[in-house]
């Protein structure tokens, strides 16, 4: 399942898209586009506007879009071209409007902190820390969560060295290991969670943190081993590696009759009490 939601950036409504399987918000470009020139017609805008970038820097900025349907003026779903946070970073470097700054704030605010913070990543692990503990994690799941953030980070850096390229790519293969260490997709163990646009691992318990962390770290490191490159050889290691923190996860069931995958989440009160009346 995939959500819709308004966003609200200086009284322009800015239309989201959350893609479950991706984890990723996707923003309509013609709301931004609205909201940073406050042009009458910013459909025209728009198309005037990738004309103009692709005559001066040969860039198509549609190769950066995805189309989606979302709801129009009237009611109807009708395709719009969307983008994900890191590509309207990119679209507004081409809008001239006294806007940009403040709208690049509000992008992070929305949920975008890391991409402000590529060029200084301890300022953003400073930041992760803070939220947490004004969260109430403890300082040993807070370890646990950054520890397990850093083998995931190499991971993915493996994967963009060795042709792997695309968001959805990313996803499926984080889905295969998941699947295999778990037994459950990343859809369902959110769903277990009754999780919707949260990330998953920021509701994890520290075995399944644990679990997690050990399935990754063995995906790269049996990639390594034989230069895994491409969707088919990352796949199978992912298989292998997910494989290996099953076999542990199981051995720790059979020694504490306890499932490691539970609903355990870090939701507010108030949320998990709307969650409860909606079921």
């Not at 009754?194 to 646009?197: C, D, G, M, R």
């Given at each position: 399942?995939?959500?819709t939601?308004l966003?609200?950036?200086?009284?322009?409504k800015?239309?989201?898209?959350?893609?479950?399987?991706?984890?990723?918000?996707?923003?309509?470009?013609?709301d931004?586009?609205?909201?940073l020139?406050?042009?009458?017609?910013?459909?025209?805008y728009?198309?005037?506007?990738?004309?103009r970038?692709k005559?001066?820097?040969g860039?198509e900025l549609?190769?950066?879009c995805?189309q989606?349907?979302?709801?129009?003026?009237?009611?109807?779903m009708?395709?719009?071209?969307?983008?994900n946070?890191?590509g309207?970073?990119?679209?507004?470097?081409?809008?001239p409007?006294?806007?940009?700054?403040?709208?690049?704030?509000?992008?992070a605010k929305?949920?975008?902190?890391?991409l402000?913070?590529?060029?200084d990543?301890?300022?953003?692990l400073?930041?992760?820390?803070?939220?947490?503990?004004?969260?109430?994690?403890?300082e040993k799941?807070?370890?646990q969560?950054m520890?397990?953030?850093?083998?995931?980070?190499?991971?993915?850096?493996?994967?963009?060295?060795?042709?792997i390229?695309?968001?959805?790519?990313?996803a499926?293969?984080?889905?295969?290991?998941h699947?295999?260490w778990?037994?459950?997709?990343?859809k369902?163990h959110?769903?277990?969670k009754?999780?919707?646009?949260q990330?998953?691992?920021d509701?994890?318990t520290?075995?399944e943190?644990i679990?997690?962390?050990?399935?990754?770290?063995?995906?790269?490191?049996?990639?390594?081993?034989v230069?895994?490159?491409?969707?088919p050889?990352?796949?199978?290691?992912?298989?292998?590696?997910?494989?290996?923190?099953?076999?542990a996860?199981?051995?720790?069931?059979?020694?504490?009759?306890?499932?490691?995958?539970?609903?355990?989440n870090y939701?507010?009160?108030?949320?998990k009490?709307?969650k409860?009346?909606?079921?």
């Open positions: 399942m995939n959500e939601a966003a609200v950036f200086e009284n322009h800015i239309r989201r898209h959350y893609d479950e399987n991706t984890e990723t918000w996707y923003f309509s470009v013609i931004v586009v609205a909201a020139t406050d042009s009458i017609n910013p459909r025209d728009w198309f005037r506007m990738k004309m970038v005559n001066e820097d860039l549609s190769t950066i995805r989606l349907k979302m709801k129009a003026s009237d009611g109807k009708r395709e719009t071209d969307t983008a946070a890191e309207l970073l990119r679209i507004i470097q081409s809008i409007s006294p806007k940009a700054e403040p709208f690049k704030r509000w992008l929305v949920g975008y902190e890391r402000q913070d590529m060029s990543p301890a300022r953003s400073d930041r992760a820390r803070e939220y947490w503990q004004q969260h109430g994690r403890s799941w807070i370890q969560r520890m397990g953030q850093e083998t995931r980070n190499k991971l993915t850096d493996y994967w963009k060295d060795h042709e390229t695309k968001e959805d790519e990313y499926v293969l984080t889905n295969i290991i699947q295999e778990s037994g459950v997709s990343v369902k959110k769903d277990i009754k999780l919707k646009a990330n998953l691992r509701h994890m520290e075995a943190l679990f997690t962390a050990l399935a990754e770290l063995s995906t790269r490191q049996i990639a390594e081993s230069d895994a490159t491409g969707m050889e990352n796949a199978e290691a992912g298989k292998r590696g997910g494989k290996i923190a099953k076999n996860r199981l051995e720790l069931e059979s020694k504490t009759g306890k499932s490691v995958i539970t609903g355990e939701l507010p009160p108030v949320q009490q709307r409860i009346k909606q079921n």
